[in-house]
């Protein structure tokens, strides 16, 4: 079971950027994004039902991020638009083997984490 998350890089305030995360050995119930700032905690973001029906976001991307999946890819995508220098960090892919039901906003409620993907946003 691997997740190989992509599309970070370097990007100016205003700016867009798309996150991928490719799963591969399995399908997946929900899945998710997470992200950890030098010196932070990892903090959630966005996630999703198995289904795609169901998303939920952190507060401080409501509006401007965009999780979605494409399940006939086992793959997780995270839109990023309008971003701000306080959205850098290294964001995480994540996804939970089995459940259904409302995605959860807690690491805890995932079993496999992708390596991460650099997202630096100058001001």
């Known amino acids: 079971v691997q997740l190989q998350a992509s599309g970070g890089g370097l990007v100016q305030a205003g700016g867009s950027l798309r996150l991928s995360c490719a799963a591969s050995?399995?399908?997946?119930?929900?899945m998710g994004w997470f992200r950890q700032a030098p010196g932070k905690e990892r903090e959630f973001v966005a996630a999703?039902?198995?289904?795609?029906?169901?998303?939920r976001y952190a507060e401080s991307v409501k509006g401007r991020f965009t999780i979605f999946r494409d399940n006939a890819e086992n793959a997780v995508y995270l839109q990023m638009n309008s971003l701000k220098p306080e959205d850098t960090a290294v964001y995480y892919c994540a996804a939970r083997r089995i459940g259904s039901g409302f995605p959860s906003n807690t690491p805890s409620g995932y079993n496999y984490w992708g390596q991460g993907t650099q997202v630096t946003v100058s001001s």
């Open positions: 999703i039902s198995g289904s795609g029906s169901d998303t």
């Open positions: 050995g399995r399908t997946f119930a929900a």
